[in-house]
């Protein structure tokens, strides 16, 4: 009997699971992580690079990392920042040397790539200090304060094309100067570790400054305002009793006056939080402090509250010429009246959906998308709705905890047509985000990635790359690197972590960037190799690769498994298991997340109308070529999780080894100069449905080769026959 043939093409409808994965359609996925739908395909998760891939690997974490210039060796030299300002996790560099502090007090040695210079920390004195023996005199010194990465805000200056792109830490400001971070200014911030920064560039005394104006929504901080050269406070008297306005957690420019949402204020000299009240400048320049936001001089600033609600107002977006502003469960918007004297009036668009996170924001032409409590929601300026039916429980995998819901950040992929959120998950004892969520905003479909961001931002190179630019490792594991991403100025998504790394989304790279610093290695017992990395954010059983460990002997650009968290420091430090790293650490190493591909199709049966059980003999892929890909297809018989490939092994049944390899085959030279091939994995299977696992096995995940490969699948042939009836 012949068998029927079944095509999967294109794929468009990506991650469903509102329904059971029988009654999905055919080209949607119970499980799409580490991958995504793209233009009809499905193809690896974006990847990444560290922000200048010019410098050798060795050191390309001293021009990723914001640091700051703080001055020139011997010393010993002061630390700026708060009262305790070293940490364990923190760096120094010297040239291309550098020193990673391991341990705190008085006198204390860092870890050193450079056994000729020693550097001696001071962490009992205020402020505390850094002193290098054997260095050659009068040479820079950086510091890397390790850091989360709190914004990535672009200053709007007049040039076209050519805006600078400003990063914040909890500390201080930075600016990407000729292939590294620069501290931007001497202002410190003091805010916790979920206090993003809002950005917003404005017109100071004239129309034509260029001021950006950012909050971190804490009171001691204030508003600040960067003019091209100095941070002002701006701290504006309300009234003729002296009350000021302290911080908000919006601050933005509508119809020639700058507004501050969700506000501290200080009445009586006590600061009093008003979450539902707009405070707006006078029509002009709003950084006289004295008059500007002044309600009691007719014709300044004053503020307007919404009586109709006690919800927080969260973010806001402009739609056209339209600010939508979204509160906790709410959607409303700002109306411009005209009229001098209340400029504004509240109008409200929906009144159960919201916003809870306020950087998940992210702007279209028609519309402003949003997370909220219950949903996703997109406003039209008339109406907000759910665009998540597809994946209606992911809101609510946003971790409560630790923040959670500020830690949310969003960004749009103008280059992939997708938007990114990245989000902390409630089933992981962690702080940070370690998931995103990705919405293909052309064809409404959804997959998630394993990551850990704490920001996202644009960024502009000013110089560009170019392919011989780019270290020769690092060629020889990107395939399909897209050189539009690498043009001069070209607008690139940035994203910053925990540890203060900032790396350059791009979707065509196959791997993701070495973007965790470790503190120390030790060995506790034979065969076990304990890591400190500060705020690792990974968990057991994950896969990373170690690279550019100095002092120690091993195996370079090679993949290891998380064997276990340490109990006592499960944030900081981790283990593996493995006889081949051996020596005394020195620093310098840093570590990449290896991402394993984990697909679940839908659960196939053609004939189920029929009241059929189905048979497939075999399934056969329509992939990229790669030079060692290679992806493991397993399969679950009449909606179980029974593994056919465990099955086999255990009653030695097996046939095949279950491995679609993307490479060419030998024995078909014509595949060699193919672009695309076509290559079966045998089932042999038969129940009510048949379900498709694609993932990474653990064997894989160990390759180097095959996990620095690209993987796009474009059509699956299904080869079937109908069998017997259910009840036969």
């Given amino acids: 009997m012949p068998y029927d043939r079944f095509l999967i093409a294109p794929m468009a409808t990506g991650l469903e699971t509102d329904l059971k994965p029988w009654i999905i359609p055919d080209d949607a996925f119970a499980q799409l992580n580490n991958s995504y739908v793209f233009r009809g395909r499905v193809r690896k998760r974006f990847g990444s690079y560290l922000m200048n891939g010019s410098v050798n690997d060795a050191v390309a974490q001293q021009h990723s990392r ?223 402090n004295a008059t500007s936001w002044n309600a009691s001089i007719p014709g300044q600033g004053s503020f307007i509250d919404n009586q109709a609600t006690e919800e927080s107002i969260i973010t806001v977006e402009f739609l056209k010429d339209r600010l939508i502003v979204f509160y906790e469960r709410s959607t409303w918007e700002l109306v411009y009246t005209g009229n001098d004297e209340l400029p504004f009036t509240w109008q409200q668009i929906n009144t159960e959906l919201g916003a809870e996170s306020t950087f998940s924001v992210v702007p279209f032409d028609k519309v402003t998308l949003g997370i909220g409590n219950v949903g996703i929601h997109a406003c039209n300026g008339s109406n907000v709705e759910r665009i998540d039916d597809k994946i209606p429980t992911a809101v609510f995998e946003i971790a409560n905890d630790n923040q959670g819901v500020f830690r949310v950040y969003g960004i749009r992929d103008y280059f992939v047509e997708m938007v990114y959120w990245t989000f902390p998950d409630p089933e992981i004892d962690t702080k940070f985000p370690n998931r995103v969520l990705v919405y293909n905003y052309k064809t409404g479909s959804w997959a998630f990635n394993d990551d850990s961001i704490t920001a996202f931002g644009y960024f502009q190179n000013v110089t560009g790359l170019r392919w011989q630019d780019i270290p020769q490792t690092w060629q020889e594991s990107i395939e399909s690197w897209n050189s539009a991403t690498l043009q001069s100025k070209f607008r690139q998504v940035i994203a910053g972590n925990q540890e203060g790394f900032t790396f350059i989304i791009d979707p065509d790279s196959p791997r993701n960037a070495p973007v965790l610093s470790i503190t120390n290695i030790t060995y506790p017992e034979s065969d076990v190799v304990e890591f400190t990395v500060i705020n690792h954010n990974l968990q057991e059983q994950d896969f990373i690769t170690l690279e550019n460990l100095q002092g120690v002997s091993g195996p370079i650009h090679s993949i290891f498994q998380i064997a276990k968290l340490v109990t006592a420091d499960p944030t900081n430090k981790f283990q593996i298991f493995t006889s081949e790293i051996t020596g005394v650490y020195t620093g310098g190493g840093t570590i990449a997340r290896v991402s394993r591909i984990d697909i679940l199709t839908k659960q196939f049966n053609p004939y189920i109308d029929k009241d059929r059980n189905v048979y497939v003999a075999k399934v056969d892929f329509y992939v990229d070529k790669t030079e060692h890909g290679a992806i493991t297809v397993d399969y679950f018989p009449s909606a179980t999780t029974l593994s056919m490939i465990d099955a086999g092994v255990l009653s030695t049944s097996i046939m095949g080894t279950s491995m679609l390899e993307t490479t060419p085959y030998a024995l078909y030279p014509l595949e060699q100069v193919q672009e695309r091939l076509w290559h079966p994995v045998y089932l042999q299977t038969q129940g009510e449905t048949i379900q498709l696992h694609l993932y990474i096995n653990d064997e894989q995940m160990l390759d180097f080769d095959i996990m620095q490969s690209d993987f796009e699948l474009h059509a699956m042939t299904l080869f079937c026959q109908p069998t017997t009836a259910r009840l036969e």
């Fill in 66 to 288: 914001l640091r700051i210039n703080i001055g020139v060796t011997p010393g010993p030299i002061n630390i700026p920042g708060t009262a305790t300002q070293l940490q364990i996790g923190q760096m120094f560099s010297v040239g291309d040397d550098m020193f990673t502090i391991w341990q705190l007090g008085a006198g204390v040695t860092t870890l050193s790539t450079n056994p000729l210079i020693v550097a001696v920390i001071d962490s009992t004195v205020n402020p505390n200090t850094v002193t290098f023996v054997g260095a050659v005199p009068a040479t820079a010194v950086y510091y890397y304060p390790a850091n989360p990465v709190m914004g990535l805000i672009t200053y709007d200056i007049q040039n076209i094309n050519d805006e600078p792109t400003y990063a914040f830490d909890t500390q201080f400001a930075y600016e990407f100067v000729l292939g590294g971070w620069e501290r931007l200014g001497t202002a410190i911030w003091t805010g916790n570790d979920s206090q993003l920064f809002w950005g917003y560039t404005y017109r100071g005394v004239n129309a034509y400054d260029r001021l950006l104006f950012v909050t971190n929504f804490n009171a001691p901080d204030l508003i600040k305002y960067w003019d091209g050269a100095v941070w002002t406070d701006l701290h504006p008297v309300l009234n003729t009793a002296g009350d000021t306005l302290e911080t908000c957690r919006i601050i933005v420019g509508f119809k020639n006056r700058l507004l501050a949402l969700n506000t501290v204020e200080k009445i009586g000299g006590i600061n009093r939080s008003f979450v539902n009240r707009c405070r707006y400048s006078v029509n002009g320049d709003p950084t006289n």
